[in-house]
């Protein structure tokens, strides 16, 4: 095997990258994609995800009409939290933009409801297009950098933070769900050994009961004495 030679470098692997910047890396090369649906006539669909606290949430949504119908896009559009509380709502909507801030993490839902007639053959269905941002991609940092007069390298540095400090909280509440989930399951173990150990005195008591029932049984009968 012949030996490397003197100030070459040596071929090999290249390094694997850090999870934690491979997760930077994925989330900045790879933002969220408006999401489309067709929606029937006399249908609801809604569409569900969970959202840290104290977030920005900001979406953008446009429904078409059927190609050939008489009739505009006709469909309700509400966005609720796990409590039904409304956080907005629209009806007749055709094209807009909302936004608003999570006081708590929860299951957000957003439903839209068609109104026309249900379609034939001829008629299509109505498509649905929602863009919908939370956290950093809901940041306008065209307009930080307006307002705070900031330069574009000062601007991605901004953008960069905000993107740690939102994987620093991610690993934060994943840690405290595993620490619930650890409590839970130490509090189930527990509980289950304490039950084990009652149903095993019990039928340890139900057993000696019937020894000494049987035994007094054959004595009156005289099998046994």
């Known amino acids: ?51 840290h606290r104290d977030t920005l949430v900001t979406g953008e949504y446009e429904i078409s009409a059927p190609p050939g119908s008489s009739a505009g896009p006709s469909a309700n559009l509400k966005i609720t939290d796990s409590a039904g509380h409304i956080l907005y709502a629209k009806e007749d909507a055709t094209k807009g933009k909302f936004a608003f801030t999570t006081e708590d993490y929860d299951m957000f839902e957003a439903c839209f409801e068609s109104k ?17 941002k939370h956290g950093v991609e809901a940041k306008n ?3 930080i950098a307006k307002v705070e007069k900031l330069k574009p390298l000062e601007v991605e540095l901004r953008r960069l933070e905000d993107l740690s400090e939102s994987i620093v909280n991610d690993f934060a509440y994943m840690k405290k769900r595993e620490e619930e989930m ?14 084990s150990i009652f149903s095993m005195c019990c039928l340890i008591g139900l057993a000696t009961w019937q ?12 099998l046994i004495e």
């Open 1 to 51: 095997m012949p030996l490397p030679l003197p100030g070459r470098p040596r071929l090999g692997r290249a390094p694997l990258l850090a999870p934690p910047l491979l997760l930077v890396l994925l989330l900045v090369v790879g933002p969220a994609r408006p999401i489309s649906f067709q929606l029937p006539g006399k249908a609801r669909k809604c569409l569900r995800e969970e959202i």
């Open 211 to 222: 020894v000494f029932y049987l035994r007094r049984f054959f004595k009156a009968k005289k």
């Open 141 to 143: 940092y065209e307009e």
């Open 116 to 132: 026309l007639p249900v379609g034939t053959g001829r008629m299509p269905d109505q498509l649905v297009i929602l863009d919908m």
């Open 182 to 195: 650890r409590d839970t399951n130490e509090s189930t173990n527990t509980r289950v050994l304490y039950f």
